[in-house]
């Protein structure tokens, strides 16, 4: 039985949000449908989630959650040792509209469930309605056995937050104070929530994501945790590259932080693609009254930050850019004793995301 927590917080209860690079159980994705976001009627984009999901099934469980009328199709493309599961949903982006789990010393699982309201709700969010998004969470922690916590009013995305597991969180100013999410609440009230629900202590923030329009600047493509004490944080010399100065900040501010251990953090670069990638076939995307419409040459925030962690391994993102493989080096010398298996998502980028948007780990209870 999953039930829902009231009147505490993880952090009273003694619970935290484990670093991506702590043991997992397995991972969870959402597929992919919406052709008003994805072009050619998303066909293009079930292939690469369907790569993605691959990729993470050499190395531990993955469950793929599938709206009824696209059940059948998912089934027959993915491989058999991947668990479909129906679940309705909005789009599929369940990195942030999924739990965020969170752990004890006892290694009991719990999960944290935020209002989800598609990145700025009636302010700037990118579709509506985005209903059956916000139960996304609790469907999840149902399914497991989870109990959870639900931050009624306080909004946030999974893709905001990075953390060490040893009381750090990392964030953007741009996406955690932008007035679609909690306009009411200041600086310090923000930080709160987070140090409560995450079980941390100390708050890094950095100024800008590289992504104003689509998620208001997610944390996870700009900078994240790869041990205790080191970050990865993109990286450019190219003044023409369009996210050179957030690039050149977050280093500069990751440089001179320290973490809630009182660390200095060692700050590792990772390349930026060497040419943007560009949205193309943007006349096959449905126009849609309450979705953003899409343009062909639009920039696609593609990042080779946007991976995620898994047992023993990292799963990269891949544009098809000269750089490609320069990422790949510069990954496999912060994570020596992981693989690092590349898989091309240039189609996960057209719909305004990546690897890491895609996917939420659930951690080793």
Not at 160 to 166: C, F, L, P, R, W
Not at 244 to 261: G, V
Not at 325 to 354: K, S
Request: overall charge negative; glycine content about 8%; proline content about 6%.
């Amino acid at each position: 039985m999953a039930k829902r927590i009231v009147g505490t917080t993880p952090r009273q209860d003694g619970y935290r949000m484990p670093g991506e690079f702590e043991e997992q159980t397995g991972v969870w994705m959402l597929w992919p449908q919406r052709p008003d976001n994805w072009r050619g009627g998303a066909k293009p984009a079930q292939q690469a989630f369907a790569d993605v999901a691959r990729a993470i099934a050499r190395f531990e469980p993955v469950t793929v959650c599938v709206n009824p009328d696209q059940f059948q199709n998912a089934r027959a493309r993915l491989p058999e040792d991947i668990r479909v599961v129906e679940m309705t949903s909005n789009d599929a982006w369940v990195r942030d509209c999924g739990p965020t789990f969170v752990k004890n010393d006892q290694g009991n699982l719990r999960a944290v469930d935020w209002t989800f309201n598609a990145w700025g709700g009636l302010h700037d969010g990118l579709y509506f309605p985005w209903d059956q998004d916000d139960l996304v969470a609790r469907k999840i922690c149902e399914l497991e056995g989870v109990d959870s916590y639900r931050t009624d009013g306080f909004v946030l995305e999974g893709g905001s937050i990075h953390v060490d597991g040893q009381g750090t969180v990392l964030t953007t100013e741009m996406c955690l104070l932008s007035p679609g999410r909690n306009p009411e609440l200041s600086r310090r009230d923000i930080e709160e929530k987070l140090c409560d629900y995450l079980g941390c202590e100390k708050v890094i923030w950095l100024r800008d994501g590289i992504d104003p329009d689509e998620t208001n600047g997610h944390i996870d493509d700009v900078a994240c945790f790869v041990a205790p004490g080191e970050v990865a944080c993109i990286w450019t010399e190219d003044p023409e590259n369009p996210f050179y100065q957030a690039a050149q900040d977050a280093f500069r501010t990751l440089s001179q932080a320290t973490d809630a251990k009182g660390r200095r953090l060692t700050v590792h670069k990772l390349c930026l693609t060497k040419k943007p990638c560009c949205l193309e076939g943007a006349e096959t995307i449905d126009a849609v009254e309450g979705t953003v419409p899409r343009e062909n040459g639009e920039v696609s925030i593609a990042s080779y930050m946007n991976f995620l962690i898994v047992n023993g391994a990292v799963i990269a993102p891949q544009y098809g850019d000269e750089n490609d493989q320069l990422a790949i080096q510069q990954l496999q010398q912060m994570f020596p004793d992981r693989q690092i298996v590349g898989v091309q998502t240039r189609e996960v980028a057209f719909g305004g995301g990546n690897i890491h948007c895609i996917t939420q780990q659930q951690p080793k209870a």
